[in-house]
């Protein structure tokens, strides 16, 4: 009987070669990670926020020494694992429990933020690159799409700059909106289902969303998560539609490698949510690969704060903190019209 499928001495020691060339920066990221959600729990601070910030103040070690190719690998890899393991949140009969209606308000206002961004870029004087990376995020699922927007992207020098901007910024409008929103919207004389639809469908994060939904009440709470779920089920197609688009005009990256027809993280998302609608996916499982997705993002973000200094980040300029804030402002005032014209 052969035994040609266990792994020989030289695999091992290849194996183990490359966890002592990556194990020291993924370690440190892992470890960062875990703090910010300790400070998250305890403080009540974003854990995104937190493993951001607390990344950047250790950029140090992904300058030089034992921690750059881990630090480098987590930023990549492990950000794509953690978008991958979404789709398990997704699936056909969450979709359809709004109603076609509102799926479309929805679906709509993302698109329409999307391309407000590349107007609003351009008038501007701001990079397509950008546009898209804002856009995306504040349309879609805040920090998640921003990270797995620019893992698509052609790479120049401004990328990972623009990368953390764009992830502190939706964190940050992110938590302000979880405060304001709801006193706002009170004063549109709303019920509590169509309160959860404008918090959903408005607010960058998820962990927002829910605080922010209830925070009024339990229908609310539960509405705001569903119509948020929904937005996240639109990363896959828009990342595959700026892949597709991105490789037909020939952009390319240094090493004039043309971007893949169809990311694979794109693809590991689709077939988790396939998986997920065709009840393939039992409800222990999928709550296990759920946090686990979570944790993947929240140490992938650490990693990329540790990759940026603070000081490129205050290059980005005030055209880009306009250009966020006004698509914000754009999809809050899209969807409030929309909810106040569909009741």
Not at 187 to 213: M, N, P, W, Y
Not at 247 to 254: D, V
Request: one cysteine or more.
């Amino acid at each position: 009987m052969s035994l040609s499928f266990l792994p020989t001495a030289e695999r091992i020691a290849g194996w183990r070669d490359r966890a002592s060339v990556l194990g020291p920066g993924f370690l440190v990221a892992v470890v960062v990670g875990v703090t910010a959600q300790f400070i998250s729990e305890h403080y009540g601070a974003p854990a995104m926020l937190m493993a951001l910030l607390l990344g950047i103040a250790f950029h140090f070690l992904a300058e030089e020494g034992r921690c750059v190719a881990g630090i480098e690998m987590t930023a990549k890899t492990v950000l794509r694992i953690g978008v991958a393991l979404l789709g398990v949140r997704i699936s056909v009969d969450l979709l359809l429990g709004l109603g076609w209606e509102l799926i479309g308000l929805v679906v709509l206002g993302v698109v329409l933020t999307i391309c407000f961004g590349l107007l609003g870029a351009r008038l501007l004087n701001r990079g397509w690159r950008l546009a898209l990376l804002t856009g995306g995020s504040v349309a879609i699922c805040g920090a998640s799409a921003a990270m797995a927007i620019a893992a698509v992207l052609p790479k120049n020098q401004y990328s990972e700059r623009n990368l953390i901007f764009t992830v502190l910024s939706v964190t940050v409008l992110s938590t302000a909106a979880m405060i304001l929103y709801p006193a706002i919207v009170t004063l549109f004389h709303l019920d509590d289902r169509a309160i959860g639809v404008f918090l959903g469908g408005t607010i960058h994060d998820v962990a927002q969303v829910v605080g922010a939904g209830f925070s009024v009440s339990e229908e609310t709470g539960e509405t705001a998560t569903l119509v948020k779920l929904i937005r996240v089920s639109m990363l896959a197609p828009v990342v595959l539609v700026f892949a597709l688009v991105i490789r037909s005009m020939g952009e390319a990256e240094a090493s004039d490698k043309r971007p893949p027809l169809i990311p694979g993280f794109v693809i590991a998302f689709l077939v988790f949510a396939t998986l997920n609608s065709v009840g393939a996916v039992p409800v222990v499982v999928g709550e296990a690969l759920a946090e686990l997705s979570r944790w993947a993002l929240l140490i992938a973000i650490a990693a990329v704060g540790m990759k940026t200094s603070l000081r490129s980040i205050t290059d980005v300029g005030g055209q880009a903190i306009i250009l966020i804030v006004a698509e914000t402002v754009f999809i809050a005032g899209f969807v409030l019209a929309g909810i106040l014209w569909l009741t």
